[in-house]
């Protein structure tokens, strides 16, 4: 990823500085003190800081309640974006890393869009830098403002025409025209006419949350999947000591990629990384940490497993790595 975009990536810490906004600031700032505290042999630093993890995620859990516990006000776009987030098995603890995670997915369909727009210009005056980071200035808007009751339950058919115009509009004014924190009325101001229309907003009388969809029977395979985490859940909490219930993988998933993030960083030592490659170690360390969840999704607990959890983790992370590597991205 460009350099812009990496320094755009880093500026999604909220304003405040108080309340649940200062929590989640110090949560972003945990895996840079567990790495500086491993380089630097103080491995004491390390128990503190994961005492300092536990307090914040306890914390962020104790004002999740509590906005939960209100009826009305702005709180509600909360409630329904952690719904959501849990139908569509999207990682996260709070709204806020909820955003974090969509951000970090719609980089996967958004980079293309750009690609495909500069081959599509004629003689384009932006980089494909500069084109990518419009693209990903405005994702981050759009992550931050998504509410599920108004914009519709698939965010990407919501999102995708808005980040595609936002590109486009650069490419004619020939410059990064889009802010680093772009409102969502600046956003709705670029979009195109022959785009595909939002989502009607509810009926009058109906209340703010969408329909649930009508419930329809599992294929074999997706209750061969659900006992699977249900064994997952089982056994985190059992062997690794994970407080979660049968039915909260997600949580299971979440909560074990935090406790080992020092695993990922070990495979990371433990690899051969050139000295000319782009970004370096510590751009190899967030892929690390970017890959993690996933492969911890993967692994299958006894008794059909086999594989050890640590061997699988770090097997699957030292190959994807090793492309990533090989693949010259940094």
């Not at 990823?1 to 755009?8: V, W």
């Not at 939002?198 to 969408?210: A, D, I, K, L, V």
């Amino acid at each position: 990823m460009s350099n812009t975009l990496e320094t755009d990536a880093r500026r999604t810490d909220p304003p405040a500085e108080q309340g649940p906004a200062a929590l989640k600031k110090i949560a972003n700032m945990l895996p840079e003190l567990e790495r500086l505290a491993r380089e630097s042999g103080y491995g004491r630093l390390l128990t503190t800081i994961a005492y300092v993890r536990a307090a914040v995620e306890r914390g962020l859990r104790e004002e999740d309640q509590q906005q939960q516990s209100c009826p009305e006000g702005g709180d509600n776009r909360d409630r329904r974006l952690m719904a959501w987030a849990q139908r569509h098995h999207v990682l996260g603890t709070s709204p806020y890393f909820v955003q974090g995670s969509m951000i970090h997915m719609g980089i996967d369909w958004m980079k293309p869009e750009a690609e495909s727009l500069l081959r599509e210009w004629s003689k384009p005056r932006l980089s494909r830098e500069q084109i990518q980071t419009a693209g990903f200035r405005a994702l981050k808007g759009l992550a931050t403002h998504f509410d599920p009751g108004k914009h519709g339950d698939d965010f990407q058919r919501w999102a995708e025409p808005l980040v595609q115009a936002a590109m486009l509009h650069c490419l004619e004014v020939e410059q990064l025209a889009i802010p680093d924190k772009p409102t969502l009325e600046e956003l709705l101001r670029l979009r195109r006419p022959d785009a595909d229309p939002p989502p009607p907003p509810p009926p009058p009388g109906s209340g703010t949350e969408p329909p649930p969809p009508p419930e329809r029977s599992l294929s074999p395979e997706e209750e061969e999947e659900q006992r699977r985490r249900r064994r997952f859940c089982r056994w985190a909490k059992d062997a690794e000591g994970i407080a979660v219930e049968q039915d909260q993988f997600d949580q299971a998933v979440q909560d074990l990629a935090g406790k080992y993030h020092s695993l990922a960083g070990g495979v990371v030592d433990s690899l051969n990384i050139p000295s000319d490659f782009r970004g370096g170690k510590k751009a190899v360390r967030h892929e690390a940490q970017r890959l993690l969840p996933g492969i911890v999704r993967t692994f299958e607990p006894p008794p059909v497993g086999t594989i050890h959890f640590h061997q699988h983790v770090r097997g699957i992370l030292a190959r994807k790595l090793g492309e990533f590597l090989r693949n010259g991205k940094g």
